[in-house]
């Protein structure tokens, strides 16, 4: 290898160099790559598995009943009725347990307390509403 | 002696460049590339569109009206379901559900509706409580099996077991209610919750 300076012999070990953090920087791009299925898929699950419109309709439910308790157009009997209703049609179809309480209108204070319980084993949601009505 | 220089310098040019052109590649691949293969994306849109429409349907336009999807359970009436629910609202552009669907494939729905009651029948000593079902709307290509379906309830009040009115399906009075569909038999006739279950899958 004559007619190489010492410095000359140096160039290639820049190539070698240059390549290696190159594929240090590939690796991590396809690290970020790699996590992004993951991502979005989790994500999705998040939403899928959150019971946000189960316990929206079955809360608007519950204040329903309560409102129509207020208006008087449900009888005692009737009430408990729609509260089985729900508590066996909430735990058959949609495998969730969902029990509520209408308390008593109070008039000093002018509300009523409504406690709802709801429990599907992997979201459980507690509410106590004072209800105007 | 040949001078090579200029060949090292040339192949460390091409190297970059392939390396330039793969990370340009994979950075603009990336921001596309959950979707393929995964339906749970498009899964959770049709649910979050399915629950919004039956939320519409079960929306009263003002407090003395019920709402449609009340009127439509207490007369029994599958056709004005479909209509509403996959005509008006689910496949219509402004909700734009087709496009949580691949092209050229359409969103079939099923709806049964699920009532409570008291079986006395049976074992008239030991009343149980029963959950019946039956259908309210027919798909139009049955369920195969195999399509991913999304499954999306609402609970209905009704208020009586509704078989005389039948406005909704024979609009000319005086109409004849044994042409109308009526409820099974075993609803009872009080002031009750229903559960209205839509199955939807991409057909």
């Not at chain 2, 207490?74 to 008006?88: I, S, V």
Request: aromatic letters at 8%.
């Amino acid at each position: 290898m004559e007619g190489l300076s010492p410095e000359r012999k140096e160039e290639g070990q820049w190539i070698v160099l240059m390549g290696f953090l190159v594929s240090i920087g590939i690796f991590f791009l396809a690290l970020i790559l790699s996590q992004s299925t993951i991502v979005g898929q989790t994500t999705a699950e998040g939403v899928l598995e959150f019971p946000k419109n189960d316990l929206q309709d079955v809360r608007a439910e519950i204040l329903d009943i309560t409102k129509e308790k207020s208006m008087g157009s449900l009888t005692q009997a009737q009430e408990n009725r729609v509260m089985e209703d729900i508590q066996n049609l909430s735990l058959h179809r949609k495998s969730a347990l969902v029990e509520y309480l209408i308390g008593d209108w109070d008039p000093g204070a002018g509300n009523r307390i409504v406690r709802i319980h709801y429990n599907n084993g992997v979201f459980e949601y507690d509410e106590t509403a004072s209800v105007r009505y | 002696m040949v001078n090579s220089d200029a060949q090292l310098y040339t192949m460390e040019g091409i190297a970059a460049g392939v390396i330039m052109i793969l990370t340009a590649y994979l950075v603009l691949g990336s921001t596309s590339v959950y979707t393929p293969g995964d339906t749970h994306i498009t899964d959770m849109q049709l649910e979050q569109v399915g629950a919004d429409v039956l939320k519409i349907m079960d929306t009263p336009p003002d407090l003395n009206n019920a709402s449609e999807l009340e009127k439509i359970v207490a007369t029994n009436d599958g056709a004005r379901f479909h209509q509403l629910f996959w005509e008006t609202y689910l496949m219509s552009g402004e909700i734009a559900a087709q496009k949580t669907t691949r092209t050229g494939s359409s969103i079939i729905t099923n709806a049964t509706v699920y009532y409570h009651y008291t079986d006395t029948v049976t074992d008239p000593l030991n009343p149980q409580p029963v959950i019946q079902g039956y259908q309210l709307s027919k798909p139009l290509i049955p369920y195969s099996g195999s399509e991913p379906g999304v499954r999306v309830t609402r609970y209905v009040n009704v208020t009586a077991r509704n078989t005389t009115d039948c406005s909704s399906c024979c609009p000319i009075p005086p109409c004849d209610p044994a042409l109308c569909p009526k409820m099974p038999a075993t609803v009872e006739d009080r002031p009750q919750v229903m559960l209205v279950e839509v199955f939807m899958w991409k057909a």
